[in-house]
């Protein structure tokens, strides 16, 4: 008889847990197809590089509908916490359909260090469902660093050449005083750098330990990667020579010789 009553009184508890009232529907604001569309300027740079000494840079936001004054909130987030200072809001005056404001790196911000960071409008400053070619929200990467040109010259890649027929190609090498490295960017491809130490009295290059990435994808070879080994310096010749590892599923033997040969030395201040 028990047992009865405990079932029956599990069975009521369970249909008033069943019959209580879900929490209250909260409709979002509504949109108003006539109104602000507030948007970032697709003039606004999304990947900067900002100099050692600059700590500032400036995003542009603008509105389809400026006949009044208006303030608009900013939505900002950044996966490192107090990277960025970003204003609250925005102010647009009466008939200014477009301003800029300022963003300054944070107490957090560190150099030689990429961030991401969003920011974002409100939807109800938004068409968010009309299709356009604006956007309420943009996305930016930041990164400061000291790395400024240093020389120029030709770049003789004879793995290149090997393997694509593409021998050469004019090159900038550029240098950071603050960790006294060279780098030639976008070497092989977009996004491909290399790095590497230079003792300008013996003439001796010094790569890191296990700097290899990866350089492209070849039909014929697969994915090849690039491990800088050591170098040299001929100053007569102004011809700098690094020897590349060259790794697909394995590697390709001995090292390709990198030749840079230099035209030209940029003043430095």
């Given at each position: 008889?028990?047992?009865?009553?405990?079932?029956?009184?599990?069975?009521?508890?369970?249909?008033?847990?069943?019959?209580?009232?879900?929490?209250?529907?909260?409709?979002?604001?509504?949109?108003?197809?006539?109104?602000?569309?507030?948007?970032?300027?697709?003039?606004?740079?999304?990947?900067?590089?900002?100099?050692?000494?600059?700590?500032?840079?400036?995003?542009?936001?603008?509105?389809?509908d400026a006949t009044e004054a208006v303030t608009v909130?900013?939505?900002?987030?950044?996966?490192?916490?107090?990277?960025?200072?970003?204003?609250?809001?925005?102010?647009?005056?009466?008939?200014?359909?477009?301003?800029?404001?300022?963003?300054?790196?944070?107490?957090?911000?560190?150099?030689?260090?990429?961030?991401?960071?969003s920011i974002s409008v409100p939807e109800e400053f938004?068409?968010?469902?009309?299709?356009?070619?604006?956007?309420?929200?943009?996305?930016?990467?930041?990164?400061?660093?000291?790395?400024?040109?240093?020389?120029?010259?030709?770049?003789?890649?004879?793995?290149?050449?090997?393997?694509?027929?593409?021998?050469?190609?004019?090159?900038?090498?550029?240098?950071?005083?603050?960790?006294?490295?060279?780098?030639?960017?976008?070497?092989?491809?977009?996004?491909?750098?290399?790095?590497?130490?230079?003792?300008?009295?013996?003439?001796?290059?010094?790569?890191?330990?296990?700097?290899?990435?990866?350089?492209?994808?070849?039909?014929?070879?697969?994915?090849?990667?690039?491990?800088?080994?050591?170098?040299?310096?001929?100053?007569?010749?102004?011809?700098?020579?690094?020897?590349?590892?060259?790794?697909?599923?394995?590697?390709?033997?001995?090292?390709?010789?990198?030749?840079y040969q230099i035209s030209e030395f940029f003043t430095?201040?």
């Amino acid at each position: 008889m028990k047992k009865h009553i405990i079932l029956l009184a599990l069975a009521v508890t369970s249909v008033f847990a069943a019959c209580e009232k879900p929490a209250p529907y909260e409709p979002g604001a509504p949109m108003d197809l006539n109104g602000q569309n507030v948007y970032f300027s697709n003039y606004n740079l999304i990947d900067l590089v900002l100099p050692s000494d600059v700590n500032t840079f400036e995003v542009a936001l603008c509105r389809e509908d400026a006949t009044e004054a208006v303030t608009v909130p900013l939505i900002a987030s950044c996966g490192a916490e107090g990277a960025f200072v970003v204003p609250e809001s925005v102010e647009f005056a009466a008939g200014v359909d477009s301003v800029a404001f300022t963003i300054s790196a944070g107490e957090n911000f560190e150099m030689f260090k990429e961030y991401t960071l969003s920011i974002s409008v409100p939807e109800e400053f938004t068409h968010a469902y009309k299709p356009q070619e604006v956007s309420p929200r943009t996305m930016i990467t930041v990164l400061q660093e000291d790395f400024v040109p240093f020389a120029k010259g030709m770049y003789f890649c004879s793995f290149c050449n090997y393997a694509a027929g593409w021998p050469a190609w004019e090159q900038v090498l550029e240098y950071s005083a603050i960790t006294d490295t060279y780098r030639f960017s976008n070497l092989w491809r977009p996004g491909t750098s290399m790095t590497f130490q230079w003792n300008r009295e013996t003439n001796e290059v010094i790569v890191p330990e296990e700097t290899g990435f990866p350089i492209g994808l070849n039909a014929g070879y697969g994915l090849i990667s690039a491990y800088p080994l050591d170098g040299e310096y001929d100053a007569e010749s102004q011809t700098l020579v690094i020897n590349v590892d060259m790794v697909d599923s394995s590697s390709w033997g001995d090292p390709f010789p990198q030749i840079y040969q230099i035209s030209e030395f940029f003043t430095q201040e």
